[in-house]
Protein backbone atom coordinates (compact mmCIF):
# COMPACT_ATOMS: atom_id res chain seq x y z
CA UNK A 1 0.00 0.00 0.00
CA UNK A 2 1.12 3.28 -0.59
CA UNK A 3 0.67 5.66 2.21
CA UNK A 4 2.35 8.73 0.31
CA UNK A 5 -0.54 8.35 -2.54
CA UNK A 6 -3.26 7.51 -0.57
CA UNK A 7 -2.06 10.79 1.46
CA UNK A 8 -1.72 12.86 -1.61
CA UNK A 9 -5.25 11.61 -2.74
CA UNK A 10 -7.31 12.30 0.08
CA UNK A 11 -5.46 16.13 0.79
CA UNK A 12 -6.81 16.14 -3.06
CA UNK A 13 -10.44 14.92 -1.99
CA UNK A 14 -10.61 17.62 1.05
CA UNK A 15 -8.94 20.71 -1.49
CA UNK A 16 -12.13 19.37 -3.69
CA UNK A 17 -14.52 19.33 -1.14
CA UNK A 18 -13.56 22.47 -0.14
CA UNK A 19 -13.85 24.29 -4.02
CA UNK A 20 -17.74 22.75 -3.63
CA UNK A 21 -18.34 24.46 -0.40
CA UNK A 22 -17.04 27.49 -1.97
CA UNK A 23 -18.51 27.16 -4.87
CA UNK A 24 -21.97 26.35 -3.87
CA UNK A 25 -21.58 29.46 -1.23
CA UNK A 26 -20.42 31.91 -4.20
CA UNK A 27 -23.80 30.54 -6.48
CA UNK A 28 -25.93 30.93 -3.47
CA UNK A 29 -24.83 34.43 -3.40
CA UNK A 30 -25.16 34.63 -7.07
CA UNK A 31 -28.48 33.24 -7.00
CA UNK A 32 -30.03 35.71 -3.95
CA UNK A 33 -28.83 39.03 -5.51
CA UNK A 34 -30.69 38.13 -9.45
CA UNK A 35 -27.06 37.78 -10.97
CA UNK A 36 -27.45 33.85 -11.61
CA UNK A 37 -30.51 33.71 -13.82
CA UNK A 38 -29.65 32.42 -16.92
CA UNK A 39 -26.08 31.22 -15.98
CA UNK A 40 -26.75 28.15 -14.80
CA UNK A 41 -24.92 25.97 -16.94
CA UNK A 42 -21.82 28.19 -17.08
CA UNK A 43 -21.84 27.71 -13.18
CA UNK A 44 -22.02 23.86 -14.13
CA UNK A 45 -19.68 23.83 -16.43
CA UNK A 46 -17.31 25.76 -14.50
CA UNK A 47 -17.67 22.95 -11.67
CA UNK A 48 -17.46 20.13 -13.65
CA UNK A 49 -14.09 21.83 -15.75
CA UNK A 50 -12.51 22.11 -12.49
CA UNK A 51 -13.25 18.65 -11.34
CA UNK A 52 -12.06 16.91 -14.30
CA UNK A 53 -9.13 18.95 -14.05
CA UNK A 54 -8.19 17.76 -10.73
CA UNK A 55 -9.36 14.13 -12.00
CA UNK A 56 -7.00 14.07 -14.51
CA UNK A 57 -4.17 14.95 -12.13
CA UNK A 58 -5.10 12.15 -10.03
CA UNK A 59 -5.29 9.64 -13.01
CA UNK A 60 -1.46 10.74 -12.80
CA UNK A 61 -0.77 10.02 -9.59
CA UNK A 62 -2.85 6.35 -9.72
CA UNK A 63 -2.95 5.46 -13.27
CA UNK A 64 -3.63 1.63 -12.64
CA UNK A 65 -6.76 3.18 -11.11
CA UNK A 66 -10.06 3.50 -13.75
CA UNK A 67 -10.61 6.66 -14.43
CA UNK A 68 -14.78 5.77 -13.24
CA UNK A 69 -13.30 5.34 -9.49
CA UNK A 70 -11.37 8.54 -10.31
CA UNK A 71 -13.84 10.29 -11.36
CA UNK A 72 -16.90 9.10 -8.94
CA UNK A 73 -14.26 10.55 -5.92
CA UNK A 74 -13.44 13.58 -7.88
CA UNK A 75 -17.32 14.24 -8.31
CA UNK A 76 -18.39 13.00 -4.85
CA UNK A 77 -15.76 15.21 -2.86
CA UNK A 78 -16.72 18.54 -4.97
CA UNK A 79 -20.11 17.72 -6.34
CA UNK A 80 -21.98 16.56 -2.65
CA UNK A 81 -21.85 20.14 -1.71
CA UNK A 82 -23.58 21.97 -4.40
CA UNK A 83 -25.83 19.42 -4.41
CA UNK A 84 -27.00 19.37 -0.88
CA UNK A 85 -26.41 23.57 -1.19
CA UNK A 86 -29.12 23.77 -4.48
CA UNK A 87 -31.31 21.16 -2.35
CA UNK A 88 -31.11 23.16 0.74
CA UNK A 89 -32.30 26.70 -1.67
CA UNK A 90 -34.92 24.74 -3.06
CA UNK A 91 -36.65 23.73 0.30
CA UNK A 92 -36.17 27.63 1.45
CA UNK A 93 -37.46 29.06 -1.44
CA UNK A 94 -40.46 26.52 -1.55
CA UNK A 95 -41.18 27.47 2.31
CA UNK A 96 -40.67 31.30 1.84
CA UNK A 97 -43.63 30.86 -1.29
CA UNK A 98 -45.93 28.49 1.13
CA UNK A 99 -45.93 31.12 4.27
CA UNK A 100 -46.60 34.05 1.05
CA UNK A 101 -49.63 32.05 0.34
CA UNK A 102 -50.80 31.40 3.62
CA UNK A 103 -50.39 34.99 4.14
CA UNK A 104 -52.32 36.00 1.22
CA UNK A 105 -55.12 33.39 2.02
CA UNK A 106 -55.00 34.98 5.38
CA UNK A 107 -55.89 38.54 4.16
CA UNK A 108 -58.45 37.78 1.33
Given at each position: MNW???????LVGLVLAIFGISYNRWVAAQEQSGRAEGYTSLYVAFGVFITLLVQGGLQ????EVN??????????CSGLPMIVGSITRYARLREQVR?????MDRHG
Open positions: ERIGLSLLVWPAFWLGLFAFGAARRE
